[in-house]
C-alpha cells in the first residue's frame, strides 16, 4: 500500500518562498500521476498543480509563473516550488498520487503567509 508524507510547509511572509516536499512509499511512484492540491479554510480541495510520469505538467492559472512542480522519480519525491507567495495561497497542501483511477492522499502540510 502506498503512503504518501509531506513536508515543508510553515509560516512564509508574503513574497517568500516555501519548497514542499512529498516522500512516496511502495514501488509504483515512477508510473504515477503525482499532484499537488490544497484546501483553504471554507473552500473546496483544489488543484495546485500535477505532473504525470512522462513530466508533463499542469498548474492552476493562479500559479502559472509561480509555482514549479517537479519529481525525483529515484527519491520517490515530488516537489513543489512556491515563489511570490501571497496570503491568499494560505491552505493546507496535500500530496496527492494517481494510478489505474486509484488515488492516495498524503495528511497534508499547513502553508501560512502572513507577515
Known amino acids: 500500500q502506498v503512503q504518501l508524507v509531506e513536508s515543508g510547509g510553515g509560516l512564509v511572509q508574503p513574497g517568500g518562498s516555501l519548497r514542499l516536499s512529498c516522500a512516496a512509499s511502495?514501488?509504483?511512484?515512477?508510473?504515477?500521476?503525482m499532484g499537488w492540491y490544497r484546501q483553504a479554510p471554507g473552500k473546496q480541495r483544489e488543484l495546485v498543480a500535477a505532473?504525470?510520469?512522462?513530466?508533463?505538467?499542469n498548474y492552476a492559472d493562479s500559479v502559472k509563473g509561480r509555482f514549479t512542480i517537479s519529481r525525483d522519480n529515484a527519491k520517490k519525491t515530488v516537489y513543489i516550488q512556491m515563489n511570490r507567495l501571497k496570503p491568499e495561497n494560505t491552505a493546507v497542501y496535500y500530496c496527492?498520487?494517481?494510478?489505474?483511477?486509484?488515488?492516495?492522499w498524503g495528511q497534508g502540510t499547513q502553508v501560512t503567509i502572513s507577515s
Open positions: 511502495g514501488s509504483i511512484f515512477s508510473t504515477s500521476t
Open positions: 505532473i504525470t510520469s512522462a513530466g508533463s505538467t
Open positions: 496527492n498520487l494517481r494510478i489505474f483511477g486509484r488515488e492516495t
